[in-house]
């Protein structure tokens, strides 16, 4: 009986390092960020058409998410991680990664400028979602992978 819990703790415990492996993993990383990204540029989205009522709070949370979580994400891209765990990312990053930063260098001023100068109403994150989404799509465009 010793030796089948012995073995299951083993089995469990294995299994266990490989979820926390997998999550340090840059791709696993990176893909959390993008969820928080992801997730930030929703609330602001909700508010900009009206779905939800303007919160200053929320704003400026979402924002902040948004200017922190750029400003680590090139961090995530080391050589090797290009593919793998179902990455998105597209060679090209390596190929060009300092037009890689600048673009989330460039998202992430452009969070900034608004945090300082925060949105007061739903037209004003309408028109900084506009800025922001634009940031994404040009990133987007060139280094993501399209799904099939």
Request: hydrophobic share 40%; charged share 25%; proline share 4%.
């Amino acid at each position: 009986m010793k030796i089948r819990a012995f073995a299951l703790a083993a089995v469990l415990a294995g299994l266990g390092v490989t979820a926390v492996t997998a999550a340090n993993e840059p791709q696993a990383v990176r893909q959390q960020l993008m969820k928080k990204v992801g997730q930030a540029a929703g609330a602001l989205s909700g508010i900009a058409k009206g779905e939800k009522p303007y919160d200053a709070e929320i704003v400026k949370a979402s924002l902040t998410t948004i200017s922190e979580t750029v400003k680590t994400f090139p961090d995530h891209f080391p050589a090797g991680s290009e593919t793998g765990m179902e990455t998105e990312a597209s060679p090209k990053i390596w190929e060009n990664m300092e037009d890689f930063k600048a673009k989330a260098a460039k998202l992430g001023s452009d969070a900034d400028k608004f945090l300082a100068e925060l949105p007061a109403d739903q037209a004003g994150v309408r028109a900084a979602l506009g800025v922001l989404g634009k940031d994404c799509g040009s990133c987007h465009e060139s280094y993501r992978l399209e799904n099939d």
